[in-house]
């Protein structure tokens, strides 16, 4: 497939596919822990054929035009990676999320990354809106949406039940002329 450099660090951004199964369970098997700490995500991932069964649900999403898995490698090793969870052409409107595991933190993947398929989104597909859902007690993730220049439009307090306890749920967002907006000024100040 194809593999898109996040840079001069050997960091790149490729599909997530059900091939990938052994590889994925690998990586979820060395950041369960970390991963899970505010998100289920790869929580029913403990063998390779619910590897597969998770990446082929995204595949079958990717092939329905209603969301995507895509992978962040490090040197050639999976450490993370970013997902449309929802992604609704007809209305402009998708949610983007993250994963890492702590060999992938630091770095700047889940940003450098996101920017990628925000762009793509918004340029290629003509999305209006992207959200994004974190954790009030998730404070990388919070951070990440504020490094992407998102808004923060709300917090759900308390909607979201998770190991015993109820969490806030924070709401990020970025519209297409904020994006442009900021991609503009960002490409003047290179200059």
């Known amino acids: ?4 450099s996040l840079g001069d660090d050997g960091a790149e951004l ?15 098997d060395r950041g369960r822990e970390f991963i899970t700490r505010h998100i289920p995500f790869g929580s ?5 054929g619910s590897a597969r069964d998770l990446l082929t649900s995204y595949a079958q999403k990717r092939a329905a035009d209603s969301g995507s898995m895509h992978g ?18 007809a209305t402009g409107v998708c949610e ?8 992938g933190t630091g770095k700047g993947l889940v940003t450098r990354g996101a ?3 925000i762009d793509w989104a918004f340029e290629e597909r003509g999305m209006h809106r992207v959200e994004w859902y974190a954790s009030s007690a998730n404070t990388p993730s919070v951070n990440a949406a504020r490094r992407l220049g ?11 039940p998770y190991r015993g306890v109820r969490q806030n749920r924070e709401v990020w967002a970025v519209l297409a002329p904020e994006w442009r907006a900021a991609r503009t000024r960002t490409a003047h100040n290179d200059h």
Do not use: N, Q
């Open 1 to 4: 497939m194809y593999a898109i």
């Open 14 to 28: 490729r599909p997530l596919e059900p091939w990938h199964a052994e590889e994925f369970l690998a990586h979820m």
């Open 44 to 48: 029913t991932v403990t063998d390779t």
């Open 72 to 89: 962040l490698w490090l040197d050639g090793k999976l450490v993370g990676g970013l997902l449309f969870r929802v992604f609704d052409a």
């Open 96 to 103: 983007i999320g993250c994963w890492l595991e702590p060999a």
């Open 115 to 117: 920017r990628v398929l």
């Open 150 to 160: 998102m808004t923060r439009e709300g917090v759900l307090r308390e909607s979201y």
